[in-house]
Each structure stands twice: as structure tokens, then as C-alpha cells.
């Protein structure tokens, strides 16, 4: 087959959709909070956002020391097996009553958040279930997800090949959680692959205040106070400025310690799930799976066959890394797929397709249009021009970097770190891995829709 045309434009189409970053602005951010997702992009419903609260400004936190703290009590957490715990603030005015459950052997985990404000009463609620269902309920809307299992399964096989059999990923965590804003309030359930407390991600900037045998306070940059008990690991204070004259406090008021699967989904069993509509879980992968490449670059430094390794595991892993990718443009058609001149890419192959049908099949005859579409729709002949394109598309490597905030959302692969020349060719192994089996699942789409409708043959 005659492949420079084909492969140019194939270029082409990758260094417009390349050279476009604009058009990721205010896609997932590098951290995702689920909840947060949930009820503002899916739901369209208000979320009481996080915004900067008390600033530690001055704070040069001992990192050594923060550390070992910190791990002490998530060590101390890890130990609890689960909780019911109940969270409460006042303000003249403003109320907030929050209940958080988890059982951590299963994962299982249930939140139910009642907040008033002059008068008005907002409740939201978010719940697992049996059957691999997770459900969100918020201002008169209820959303289910489905497939939870099928999705964790495949992540699973991705640790064991990549990461080791002894990598670290654990059974997902739907963990609950609740912080004050300076003015507001966020809560939800977070997706985790470890049993580390929520907050930990709000302290370890920060600075220790005070310690104790029983407590260790420490001030953030973005949470205020955080109070977090010795004997539990569990947040029991907050506080987060002033708001009239009144400090923002948040108390732990209840705290019941493992207390079981039952007790957990008890809270929600009477908690109606008529009239949800079903969700797709493609959005959970994309944290999880970041977690898991993670590990995978932290595993590969430590190697000494300078990634051969991951590059037969990458390999043998090609139909989870696709089934991947189909799941994210079934979401979204990506910006990187509405970009390319799909029209002009498969016309310039079509003619070249015909020139080599011509050339290599013996009595072709230039008029006889009915064998080249049957031509045309030989696994084989599809196989050859996908190659094409997608090595032409390869080889330009601006394009690489929209294609993983595509999966990813935007910055969410360049926050993943390497620490040695091994990481760096680990991370520049998985990349290539993921965006083949990108561009080879989105070609075939194009091509099917392209060539198995009239207007695309005749």
C-alpha cells in the first residue's frame, strides 16, 4: 500500500489536535472529588464547593516530623475496621448535620449530609449498595452507577501484570468525608484504593500547632484547624475562620468504631432507589487507574532490565488498556476526536486504498466499485489501513500529551512523578501503550462509521 499520503495527513490531523490546549480548559481536575463531579457535572445541581479557607501563610512546616505524625495516625485509622460517625456545626442562622459510615472490608460506605441556611433545608445523600451500585441523591435528583465490579476487576488484572501481585492496590474504598469551607462546606464520597484518611491530603502542607497524648492539632492552608484524635485517627474539630463575629466550628459528636457491614448499610436500607437514572463509571477509572500507573513507575525504578518488563506486560495487557479507552470516548467524544478532519483523512485513504486494491488484486477492474467495497470491509484490508493511520499519528508526539488528558482530564497524567532515567522510560512506555490502543480503538469507530453507511463507499 502506498503510505506516505495516508500517513502525512494522518500527521496532520495529530499536530492540529496537538496544538490545541485551550480546549482542555475545565475538564477534570488533577484531583478529582467525586462527589463533587457527581452532583456538578452530572446532576447539574449546587454543590457547596471548597473554596481557600484560613491560610498558613507563615507556616514552614518540619516535613519530617509532619510525616511521622501522619502515619502514626493512619496507621491508627487503618486499625479501626470502620465507623459511624456524626459531625455537627452551628452557626446563628446555618446548621449542619452529617452522618459518615464505612465498613473497610468491604468498602461499603454511606453518607447523609442535612444543611440549613436561613430557612431553607438542603439534604444529599450518597450510598453503596448491593449488586455494584452506587447512588447519589441532591435536590429532587437521583443518579445510580453500575458496573463497579467490572470496572474494579479490570483494574485488579492491571496491578497483578504491571504492578506485581504484591503491589499495594486495595479493594476500593467509598470513603465519606466532610470539611468546612470558609463560608461553605464540602462532602461526599471519595473513590480510594487505600484505607488513608481523608484529610490527610489537607494537613501534610501544613504545620503541627499542638500535640498531646490524646490529640494532634494541626493548622492547613486551605482547611483551618484540624483536630485529629490519637486513639482513632479520626477528625473530631475543625475550625475555619470567622464568619459574623462567630468562629466555624465543626464537631464530631458520635463516633461508633467497626461497626460492621450491616450496621452501615442499614442507614440506607429504607432510602428509595425508584425512578434513578443510570450513569456510566468510566469517570471512577480515571483516578484508580492513575494510582495503579503510579505504582507501576515507582516499581519500574526499582528494576534492573531497563523496562522490557513492562513493556511485555503492556503487551499482554493491550485489551484492558483498549477496553479503557473505548470506555472514555463513550462517555465523551474526546476534543482530540472532534478536532481531526475525519472526512479528509479517510478520503485521502480511500484513494489509496483503491490504488493498492487495484495494484494486488488480480483482474480488479477500475470500474467494478462492488468489489472494492467488499474490499474495503475485509478485517484484513482494515487491519492494514488502521496501522497506517495510527503509526502516522504516533510519530507526532505533541499529540500525545491531548490524548492523555482526554483519559485522564486535564494535567491528570502530568501530575503522575519519576524520580530516575527508569521512571521517565517507564511513564514514556505506558503513554505510547495507552495512546495506541487510544488511537487504534478511535480509528476503528471513524472507520465503521465512515465506510459502513452508503455515503462513505459510493
Same mark, same amino acid.
Given at each position: 500500500?502506498?503510505?506516505?499520503?495516508?500517513?502525512?495527513?494522518?500527521?496532520?490531523?495529530?499536530?492540529?489536535?496537538?496544538?490545541?490546549?485551550?480546549?482542555?480548559?475545565?475538564?477534570?481536575?488533577?484531583?478529582?472529588?467525586?462527589?463533587?463531579?457527581?452532583?456538578?457535572?452530572?446532576?447539574?445541581?449546587?454543590?457547596?464547593?471548597?473554596?481557600?479557607?484560613?491560610?498558613?501563610?507563615?507556616?514552614?512546616?518540619?516535613?519530617? *516530623?509532619?510525616?511521622?505524625? @501522619?502515619?502514626? &495516625?493512619?496507621? $491508627?485509622?487503618?486499625?479501626? #475496621?470502620?465507623? !459511624?460517625?456524626?459531625? /455537627?456545626?452551628?452557626?446563628?442562622?446555618?446548621?449542619?448535620?452529617?452522618?459518615?459510615?464505612?465498613?473497610?472490608?468491604?468498602?461499603?460506605?454511606?453518607?447523609?449530609?442535612?444543611?440549613?441556611?436561613?430557612?431553607?433545608?438542603?439534604?444529599?445523600?450518597?450510598?453503596?449498595?448491593?449488586?455494584?451500585?452506587?447512588?447519589?441523591?441532591?435536590?429532587?435528583?437521583?443518579?445510580?452507577?453500575?458496573?463497579?465490579? *467490572?470496572?474494579?476487576?479490570? @483494574?485488579?488484572? &492491571?496491578?497483578? $501484570?504491571?504492578?506485581?501481585? #504484591?503491589?499495594? !492496590?486495595?479493594?476500593? /474504598?467509598?470513603?465519606?468525608?466532610?470539611?468546612?469551607?470558609?463560608?461553605?462546606?464540602?462532602?461526599?464520597?471519595?473513590?480510594?484504593?487505600?484505607?488513608?484518611?481523608?484529610?490527610?491530603?489537607?494537613?501534610?502542607?501544613?504545620?503541627?500547632?499542638?500535640?498531646?497524648?490524646?490529640?494532634?492539632?494541626?493548622?492547613?492552608?486551605?482547611?483551618?484547624?484540624?483536630?485529629?484524635?490519637?486513639?482513632?485517627?479520626?477528625?473530631?474539630?475543625?475550625?475555619?475562620?470567622?464568619?459574623?463575629?462567630?468562629?466555624?466550628?465543626?464537631?464530631?459528636?458520635?463516633?461508633?468504631?467497626?461497626?460492621?457491614?450491616?450496621?452501615?448499610?442499614?442507614?440506607?436500607?429504607?432510602?428509595?432507589?425508584?425512578?434513578?437514572?443510570?450513569?456510566?463509571?468510566?469517570?471512577?477509572?480515571?483516578?484508580?487507574?492513575?494510582?495503579?500507573?503510579?505504582?507501576?513507575?515507582?516499581?519500574?525504578?526499582?528494576?534492573?532490565?531497563?523496562?522490557?518488563?513492562?513493556?511485555?506486560?503492556?503487551?499482554?495487557?493491550?485489551?484492558?488498556?483498549?477496553?479503557?479507552?473505548?470506555?472514555?470516548?463513550?462517555?465523551?467524544?474526546?476534543?482530540?476526536?472532534?478536532?481531526?478532519?475525519?472526512?479528509?483523512?479517510?478520503?485521502?485513504?480511500?484513494?489509496?486504498?483503491?490504488?493498492?486494491?487495484?495494484?494486488?488484486?488480480?483482474?480488479?477492474?477500475?470500474?467494478?466499485?462492488?468489489?472494492?467495497?467488499?474490499?474495503?470491509?475485509?478485517?484484513?484490508?482494515?487491519?492494514?489501513?488502521?496501522?497506517?493511520?495510527?503509526?502516522?499519528?504516533?510519530?507526532?508526539?505533541?499529540?500525545?500529551?491531548?490524548?492523555?488528558?482526554?483519559?485522564?482530564?486535564?494535567?491528570?497524567?502530568?501530575?503522575?512523578?519519576?524520580?530516575?532515567?527508569?521512571?521517565?522510560?517507564?511513564?514514556?512506555?505506558?503513554?505510547?501503550?495507552?495512546?495506541?490502543?487510544?488511537?487504534?480503538?478511535?480509528?476503528?469507530?471513524?472507520?465503521?462509521?465512515?465506510?459502513?453507511?452508503?455515503?462513505?463507499?459510493?
Amino acid at each position: 500500500m502506498a503510505k506516505p499520503a495516508v500517513m502525512e495527513i494522518a500527521r496532520s490531523a495529530a499536530l492540529t489536535c496537538g496544538n490545541r490546549r485551550d480546549w482542555m480548559a475545565g475538564m477534570i481536575s488533577k484531583t478529582p472529588i467525586f462527589s463533587r463531579t457527581l452532583l456538578r457535572a452530572l446532576l447539574a445541581l449546587p454543590l457547596f464547593l471548597l473554596p481557600n479557607a484560613v491560610r498558613a501563610e507563615d507556616v514552614k512546616p518540619d516535613t519530617a *516530623e509532619i510525616g511521622t505524625t @501522619i502515619a502514626e &495516625l493512619a496507621a $491508627t485509622y487503618e486499625k479501626l #475496621g470502620g465507623f !459511624i460517625a456524626t459531625y /455537627q456545626s452551628e452557626l446563628p442562622g446555618k446548621s449542619l448535620h452529617c452522618t459518615l459510615a464505612t465498613d473497610f472490608a468491604s468498602g461499603m460506605g454511606v453518607i447523609h449530609l442535612v444543611a440549613t441556611k436561613d430557612g431553607n433545608r438542603m439534604e444529599m445523600r450518597q450510598w453503596t449498595a448491593p449488586g455494584d451500585r452506587y447512588y447519589v441523591s441532591s435536590g429532587g435528583g437521583l443518579v445510580v452507577f453500575k458496573g463497579l465490579g *467490572e470496572l474494579l476487576e479490570s @483494574i485488579r488484572q &492491571l496491578s497483578e $501484570t504491571l504492578a506485581g501481585k #504484591g503491589s499495594d !492496590i486495595r479493594p476500593v /474504598q467509598m470513603s465519606p468525608f466532610i470539611l468546612l469551607g470558609e463560608s461553605d462546606f464540602g462532602a461526599g464520597l471519595r473513590l480510594k484504593t487505600d484505607l488513608e484518611p481523608t484529610w490527610t491530603s489537607d494537613v501534610e502542607n501544613g504545620s503541627i500547632q499542638s500535640a498531646s497524648d490524646s490529640k494532634v492539632e494541626f493548622l492547613t492552608e486551605k482547611s483551618g484547624l484540624l483536630t485529629i484524635n490519637r486513639g482513632s485517627g479520626m477528625l473530631e474539630r475543625q475550625s475555619s475562620g470567622v464568619e459574623n463575629g462567630v468562629p466555624r466550628v465543626m464537631e464530631l459528636k458520635r463516633l461508633e468504631k467497626n461497626p460492621g457491614k450491616d450496621a452501615v448499610m442499614k442507614i440506607s436500607a429504607d432510602w428509595s432507589t425508584e425512578g434513578a437514572v443510570e450513569k456510566p463509571v468510566t469517570a471512577w477509572s480515571r483516578p484508580l487507574r492513575l494510582a495503579l500507573f503510579q505504582l507501576v513507575i515507582n516499581q519500574a525504578e526499582l528494576e534492573k532490565d531497563d523496562g522490557k518488563k513492562l513493556d511485555d506486560a503492556l503487551e499482554a495487557q493491550y485489551e484492558a488498556l483498549r477496553h479503557f479507552a473505548e470506555a472514555c470516548m463513550k462517555e465523551k467524544e474526546s476534543e482530540f476526536a472532534a478536532k481531526a478532519d475525519w472526512e479528509k483523512l479517510f478520503a485521502t485513504t480511500k484513494a489509496e486504498a483503491r490504488r493498492d486494491w487495484r495494484a494486488n488484486t488480480p483482474r480488479a477492474d477500475a470500474g467494478d466499485e462492488k468489489g472494492f467495497q467488499e474490499y474495503l470491509k475485509q478485517g484484513a484490508t482494515r487491519l492494514k489501513l488502521r496501522e497506517v493511520l495510527v503509526s502516522g499519528m504516533m510519530e507526532v508526539e505533541e499529540g500525545r500529551e491531548p490524548i492523555m488528558d482526554d483519559m485522564f482530564g486535564n494535567g491528570g497524567w502530568a501530575s503522575l512523578k519519576v524520580g530516575s532515567r527508569r521512571g521517565v522510560a517507564a511513564k514514556k512506555s505506558i503513554v505510547t501503550a495507552l495512546v495506541r490502543a487510544y488511537l487504534e480503538a478511535l480509528i476503528d469507530q471513524k472507520m465503521d462509521k465512515q465506510w459502513d453507511r452508503r455515503d462513505g463507499l459510493d
